[in-house]
């Protein structure tokens, strides 16, 4: 099956500590992006990658990290530096203008 | 002014109605114009796109483009109960096909 996979589904951490959340996708797309949620709102862009071993900066970029050493991945460490990091992250990827989200991350940091 | 605008909602409409869901963008540079469905505790769910002026129909979902105007609609005909969700506008920018997204709209079909 292609597809854009995510893990955990739900993550909880305690405060103080980096957590590195998932993305891969089969679907050979170049592009692969990674949004957060908060109830009641939009998507705001945290990282987006274009090519492998490059990305860049997202609205939102403070308190994460990413890495894209191979095209099919592109996980998103929170940091704890992030101050609200409770949240529905959503990894995307697209080879055209139409993006594709994986099922998400509910992260609960406590 | 939000880069991308929707009403918040909620929208309710009786089964078999035609849900009107609109969206007004800053951008006059955008080109690209996505309508995502996203179920409660899911993920969004790509339903439409559309890129020049004038109507897309893709069976009973209908884009509405007016860059003039910088707005975009989405009809839903005949609305079922499963429509039920939060719908997201959301507009491309940059070269890197980055999306801003709008806040969505959250429609209740009422059987």
């Known amino acids: 099956d292609g597809g854009i996979t995510q893990s955990p589904k739900y993550l909880f951490r305690k405060e103080g500590q980096n957590v590195t959340l998932s993305c891969e996708q089969n679907?050979?797309?170049?592009?692969m992006y990674w949004y957060r949620q908060d109830p009641g709102q939009g998507l705001r862009l945290i990282y987006y990658?274009?090519?492998?071993?490059?990305?860049q900066k997202g609205d939102i970029a403070e308190g994460y990290s990413v890495s894209r050493e191979k095209k099919e991945s592109f996980p998103l460490t929170v940091t704890s530096a992030q101050k609200n990091p409770t949240a529905f992250y959503l990894c995307a990827s697209t080879t055209g203008n139409e993006q594709y989200f994986g099922p998400g991350t509910r992260l609960t940091v406590t | 002014q939000k880069e991308v605008e929707q009403n918040s909602g909620p929208l309710s409409v009786p089964e078999g109605a035609i849900a009107s869901l609109n969206c007004t963008y800053s951008?006059?540079?955008?080109?690209?114009f996505f309508w995502y469905r996203q179920y409660s505790g899911k993920s969004p769910e790509l339903i439409m796109s559309i890129y020049s002026n004038g109507d897309k129909e893709d069976g009973r979902f209908t884009a509405q483009l007016n860059k003039a105007s910088q707005y975009v609609s989405l009809l839903i005909r005949d609305s079922q109960p499963s429509d039920s969700a939060t719908y997201l506008c959301a507009v491309n920018r940059g070269s890197a096909r980055q999306l801003t997204f709008g806040s969505g709209t959250q429609l209740t079909v009422l059987p």
């Open positions: 990658s274009q090519i492998v071993n490059d990305f």
């Open positions: 951008d006059r540079g955008s080109q690209s």
């Open positions: 679907l050979n797309h170049d592009a």
